[in-house]
């Protein structure tokens, strides 16, 4: 009888998906995972002991900004350390990103480019469309360059951002001709535009302050709104950073009616952080929603466990602290932004999982499965079964971890989450068959990550 061999054996682990767990090995061979099953008299390059651990699909950050001071080169390492494997950026011809693109279709040609000679991640994208944009050439343009994602602002018209309704139907009539997702950031301008220059008369200035400026019930209209328009038009919307419990009760009764395809998402720093961390940290982290209530934080813990919230992501960058300083007195002239990208794993299974808030399957789900589907990488990516890419991100559940102070492997010299204790953590991950996080450091080196093209692989998700 001929013993099988394999490149890499994942043995004994117990191999998690969203619909539960098995104790099972995995064999990889040429990039794919080869079998899954009883491999103990199977031989292999490398045996992973998976014992007493947790075997994931490859992780997915699904909203990042490698743009401020982060390049992807950067960026895909910050996240290489933290077990993710694959990474979906926004890129735009937006010039407060420091674009110095022509336009949105040429922004996506730069980005695949540089990001195919630097990245250490695979990486997809989603692209942003400025105010003003040619619908039907920007959507088509990025369909055949094979982004399926974009995203409009209901808000920001000083960065050019601001796309108002007549813009988001044309936009998302497009978007689902050609069966792409919108994604938005809902928060409506009037009411934070009005809301700013009130406390700016009163002299609130502080970052205390902030939140008022960015109420809960901005968001929650704005959630409304475009749902509204995406159900008119029969488009798929992705609504990004949500940070409310107004929000989440408006997504809810969307998929009550349950006419188009909502997803929900939200970030580590909504579930992590309150308002009352600004006392410590100040503009450090002032982030657009701001940071709300413990209520809303808790609220956010329930529709994770629930599903009402689909992925949770970093919507992070690479930020300083000469960066965010407080020059003039006013928080309103502070950068938005938020580092700790790194910390999203440990954080969410340690204060989810350990926490008892979640189960270990709910982190295949948000983290894995649910960012493939929806933005048409899976089953190349986000599952692990037998002709998927051999993306798996192994995590010991036992392990603790004292989160540092920055960031490895980015320009962030600051960590909104330092000093906390994690239990839980990734200890090894590979993509494509080839090892990327073992022993605490990166085995890849920059150039390693490819370009995926969303759709190639299967359908989008629940369409």
Request: some cysteine; charged content about 25%.
């Amino acid at each position: 009888m001929t013993t099988e061999q394999y490149e890499t054996i994942v043995r004994d682990g117990l191999l998690v998906a969203p619909g539960g767990m098995r104790a099972a090995s995995i064999g990889v061979r040429d990039g794919r995972i080869a079998a899954i099953g009883d491999l103990d008299d199977a031989r292999a390059d490398l045996v992973v002991d998976a014992r007493g651990k947790l075997v994931y699909p490859g992780l997915i950050d699904a909203h990042s900004h490698p743009v401020y001071g982060d390049d992807l080169a950067a960026y895909s390492q910050v996240m290489a350390y933290s077990g993710v494997t694959t990474i979906i950026p926004f890129v735009g011809a937006v010039p407060v990103w420091g674009s110095s693109a022509g336009d949105g279709l040429d922004a996506i040609d730069v980005f695949i480019t540089d990001g195919e000679a630097s990245s250490v991640l695979d990486f997809s994208m989603h692209t942003t469309f400025p105010a003003g944009v040619d619908a039907a050439r920007e959507v088509d343009g990025m369909r055949e360059r094979g982004v399926v994602s974009g995203k409009m602002f209901t808000c920001f018209p000083e960065r050019g951002l601001y796309h108002d309704d007549r813009s988001i139907y044309e936009l998302m009539s497009r978007l689902a001709a050609r069966g792409c997702v919108a994604m938005v950031h809902p928060e409506n301008d009037a009411i934070v535009a009005l809301e700013q220059e009130r406390l700016i008369g009163l002299g609130r200035t502080s970052i205390q302050d902030y939140p008022r400026s960015r109420p809960a019930i901005a968001e929650a209209e704005a959630v409304f709104r475009v749902c509204s328009i995406a159900e008119t038009v029969g488009c798929p919307v992705y609504l990004v950073h949500l940070s409310s419990r107004e929000a989440i009760e408006v997504v809810r009764w969307f998929r009550r009616r349950n006419r188009v395809p909502i997803y929900a998402e939200t970030c580590t720093h909504y579930l992590a952080l309150t308002e009352d961390d600004f006392a410590e940290l100040g503009a450090l982290i002032k982030i657009s929603p701001p940071l709300r209530a413990r209520e809303d934080r808790e609220a956010l813990w329930e529709a994770l466990a629930d599903g009402t919230i689909d992925v949770v992501a970093t919507d992070g960058s690479g930020q300083t602290r000469a960066r965010k300083a407080d020059v003039t007195g006013n928080v309103f002239d502070i950068p938005y932004g938020i580092p700790g990208s790194q910390s999203m794993v440990p954080l969410v299974f340690s204060e989810g999982v350990t926490g008892g808030r979640l189960k270990p399957s709910d982190i295949a789900r948000i983290f894995a499965e649910q960012p493939a589907r929806i933005f048409g990488l899976y089953p190349r990516k986000g599952v692990l079964a037998e002709g998927a890419d051999a993306d798996i991100t192994v995590i010991d559940p036992a392990a603790t971890t004292v989160l540092p102070d920055s960031e490895r492997g980015g320009i962030s010299d600051y960590n909104p989450y330092a000093g906390r204790t994690t239990t839980g953590a990734a200890v090894f991950s590979m993509q494509r068959g080839h090892r990327i996080l073992d022993g605490g450091e990166i085995h890849a080196r920059p150039g390693a990550g490819v370009f995926l093209r969303a759709g190639d692989s299967g359908d989008l998700a629940s369409r």
